[in-house]
């Protein structure tokens, strides 16, 4: 037996062996046998390592281990995340975000709403933007994008005097447009931002290839069930507001021999703007539908991720008095 010291304290080494052999514990001095190290034997150490302590220590570390990244993952998914490479942004979550969790209050710009002319019935499409002056407002190139309360505000608009079982559900906001596709909250390949020269515009938020479908309005449109109501609404909004729908809106059949309805789009897509020759060189349409009655619009050729969406407005008819207007 060797002893040594640390730090001024003795400290005397002995092997199991040596204690079994050697004297019985009651006749070995306390002066011998201080301290001393053991070595577990085999069998010790193979019982330790199968203990049901050292098994559930074990299975903690693997629960941890896959539990983490789960709850990482459901947090990205509850957020927005860029994910352009699948053409958008992909929004994951079932539900829209509720008013209080955005920020949104609509509540004040009811006060800028004007009271209703009393003929307002009456009125036909070009009475109702000279009564708004949206000649104006139409030539302004400087306005700026609608806001999530401004788009939000009209959608409650068209809920309370157009449809109330519209629950306005999808979890994409309409400042990103729509699921273009139900229940795949990924909005369609484009965003909205200034048009030089034209005001605001939509975008290719990627490359889009011919024959793809870029825009979807059987999926994201409303629609006015007659003139009364689509004056209702419009009269019910402020001024600009106004001013933008009777832009925005158009009349358009649902199907071959049917009649016209009023119809619009109440996010983002709205914002297309029509191409043509006086736009000159890249300024032709990319993005139309097939057919008159038809509110799918597909890519007429390849679109380049930058490129400004256009449509041609004469795709659907126009004569506003066959709506009532």
């Not at 092997?15 to 190290?37: A, H, L, Q, V």
């Not at 903690?60 to 490479?85: C, E, G, Q």
């Not at 609509?106 to 009271?115: A, F, P």
């Not at 139309?288 to 407005?313: N, Q, V």
Request: charged residues 25%; aromatic residues 12%.
């Amino acid at each position: 037996m060797r002893s040594f010291t640390t730090d001024g304290q003795t400290t005397a080494r002995t092997s199991s062996k040596m204690i079994n052999r050697g004297r019985p514990e009651d006749k070995t001095p306390p002066s011998i046998i201080t301290s001393f190290e053991t070595t577990p034997s085999k069998e010790a150490k193979r019982t330790t390592r199968g203990s049901p302590q050292r098994r559930q220590k074990a299975n903690h570390f693997w629960i941890v281990l896959l539990v983490v990244p789960l709850f990482l993952f459901a947090y990205l998914l509850s957020r927005m995340v860029d994910l352009s490479f699948l053409g958008g942004v992909f929004l994951m979550g079932l539900r829209p975000p509720a008013d209080d969790e955005v920020g949104v209050n609509v509540d004040h710009i009811d006060q800028e709403i004007m009271d209703f002319p009393d003929d307002w019935k009456t009125y036909d499409y070009n009475d109702i933007r000279e009564h708004f002056d949206c000649r104006s407002r139409s030539k302004d190139n400087e306005k700026p994008l609608p806001s999530l309360e401004e788009w939000q505000f009209m959608r409650n608009k068209f809920t309370q005097i157009v449809d109330g079982t519209n629950k306005w559900d999808d979890p994409v906001p309409p400042t990103l447009g729509y699921s273009l596709e139900k229940g795949i909250p990924v909005p369609p390949p484009y965003h909205a931002k200034f048009s030089a020269g034209k005001g605001r515009g939509l975008f290719a938020s990627r490359d889009i290839k011919k024959g793809e479908v870029v825009h979807d309005g059987t999926v994201s449109d409303v629609i006015f069930p007659n003139a009364v109501v689509w004056r209702r609404f419009v009269f019910s909004l402020t001024p600009e507001m106004a001013c933008d729908c009777t832009d925005w809106h158009w009349m358009q059949k649902l199907e071959e021999g049917g009649k016209y309805f009023m119809v619009a789009g109440i996010n983002i897509s709205s914002l297309m703007n029509s191409g043509g020759e006086e736009y000159g060189p890249g300024g032709l349409p990319n993005a139309l539908p097939h057919s008159s009655t038809s509110g799918k619009f597909y890519a007429s050729r390849d679109i380049r991720e930058g490129d400004e969406i256009l449509t041609d407005y004469d795709a659907y008819y126009t004569n506003w008095k066959e709506v009532g207007l």
